[in-house]
């Protein structure tokens, strides 16, 4: 066999070795910075909403004026158990409201009890928590990362699948050069009559 056989799959080998891991470290470079870029966005954005939210809702006290019913909350029945009871608050100043609100269980009637309210009046959640923000973060930090390394490697291989391709042509064209040569065939249009003696 000669040096050429011998050699061309070696170094095909360890070429495309060499670019598959420094393609995978760049795609693993070009994830890691994605996902700290997108989870800095979320922080940024969580908190600007949650400030904003905060300034248009109030924390009053409202006076139960039932006992406490427990709901189910979810897609499907027993999901999620709440406590809810009838109560009556005022927000803003000197306006009377009634409604539903969320309660601790077993809370009594006419108990006091902190609901959250709108700039109307109307019953909202608490504003947002550091925690809730710390979750969304990461979350989203996560996903951005998992989706630019799973494009990054999709646009790595087809990279170097057609690199390969053309390798592969590039070394057949050569190889029809040298095998004659090497086995001791004539080329074609090489022998007797063909016009080159």
Same mark, same amino acid.
């Given at each position: ?9 070696? &170094? ?11 393609? *995978? ?27 904003? #939210? ?11 004026? #039932? ?46 009890? #902190?609901?959250?309210?709108? /700039?109307?009046? *109307? ?8 925690? /809730? ?26 990279? #170097?699948? &057609? ?24 080329? &074609? ?9």
């Amino acid at each position: 066999m000669s040096e050429h056989e011998r050699s061309g799959p070696t &170094r095909t080998g360890s070429w495309a070795g060499s670019l598959g891991r420094g393609a *995978v470290r760049l795609v693993l470079t070009v994830a890691v910075v994605c996902g700290v870029v997108a989870a800095g966005l979320l922080w940024d954005a969580g908190a600007r909403a949650d400030r904003e #939210r905060a300034a248009h809702l109030h924390e009053v006290r409202a006076t139960t004026t #039932r006992q406490v019913a427990v709901t189910a909350v979810g897609p499907w029945s027993g999901a999620r158990s709440q406590s809810v009871a009838a109560a009556v608050w005022e927000y803003p100043a000197g306006v009377r409201r009634s409604g539903t609100v969320e309660v601790p269980p077993q809370t009594p009637k006419g108990h006091a009890v #902190r609901i959250w309210v709108d /700039d109307r009046g *109307v019953p909202s959640g608490s504003p947002g928590s550091t925690g /809730d923000r710390v979750l969304t973060t990461f979350a989203g930090g996560l996903t951005a990362a998992a989706a630019a390394a799973a494009s990054g490697m999709g646009v790595a291989c087809l990279a #170097r699948r &057609r690199t390969e391709s053309r390798r592969l042509v590039a070394w057949e064209r050569e190889w029809e050069q040298v095998e004659p040569v090497w086995s001791g065939r004539l080329r &074609r249009g090489s022998g007797p009559g063909s016009g080159d003696e």
